[in-house]
């Protein structure tokens, strides 16, 4: 009964970890594709969500020190929300690569794979899976 509840707990940690990594990377990617700053409904566009959904979530990163925003202005990452969303971008680069290089994946299952893969990664394994595809990449 025990491992039960705690295995509920890290499931709720998970979901909310993959969230806000998605949130993150989000904002960012607007920010480099456009050259400009989000607002908050283009992430309601970009990952398909409500306004509500997208405005508790704004709250939670602004408490959390990713972002800072004031209603219907921009959203500015912070130092550490940057960190964060920078990190999940670049294991989705990696993960991507893998996929696209190595497995010969499809491109575009590849990127919806990446995506998915981008939150189980840890940072460690990121680093080994790179130093292999930089291996691979010097051994052609």
């Given at each position: 009964?025990?491992?039960?509840?705690?295995?509920?707990?890290?499931?709720?940690?998970?979901?909310?970890?993959?969230?806000?990594?998605?949130?993150?990377?989000?904002?960012?990617?607007?920010?480099?594709?456009?050259?400009?700053?989000?607002?908050?409904?283009?992430?309601?566009?970009?990952?398909?969500?409500?306004?509500?959904?997208?405005?508790?979530?704004?709250?939670?990163?602004?408490?959390?020190?990713?972002?800072?925003?004031?209603?219907?202005?921009?959203?500015?990452?912070?130092?550490?929300?940057?960190?964060?969303?920078?990190?999940?971008?670049?294991?989705?680069?990696?993960?991507?690569?893998f996929?696209?290089?190595?497995?010969?994946?499809?491109t575009?299952?590849?990127?919806?794979?990446?995506?998915?893969?981008?939150?189980?990664?840890?940072?460690?394994?990121?680093?080994?899976?790179?130093?292999?595809?930089?291996?691979?990449?010097?051994?052609?």
């Open positions: 009964l025990i491992f039960f509840f705690m295995a509920k707990r890290l499931h709720k940690n998970q979901k909310e970890r993959i969230s806000t990594d998605m949130y993150l990377k989000s904002i960012l990617e607007y920010e480099l594709d456009n050259g400009k700053k989000s607002k908050p409904i283009e992430i309601v566009k970009s990952l398909n969500l409500t306004k509500g959904s997208v405005s508790e979530m704004i709250k939670k990163l602004e408490e959390e020190n990713y972002i800072k925003y004031e209603s219907y202005g921009e959203i500015n990452l912070t130092e550490k929300g940057l960190k964060r969303a920078k990190n999940v971008k670049k294991k989705y680069v990696v993960i991507k690569k996929l696209d290089e190595v497995l010969k994946f499809d575009s299952k590849s990127h919806i794979e990446a995506c998915n893969l981008e939150h189980a990664f840890s940072d460690e394994s990121i680093t080994k899976l790179n130093t292999l595809l930089k291996f691979l990449e010097k051994n052609k």
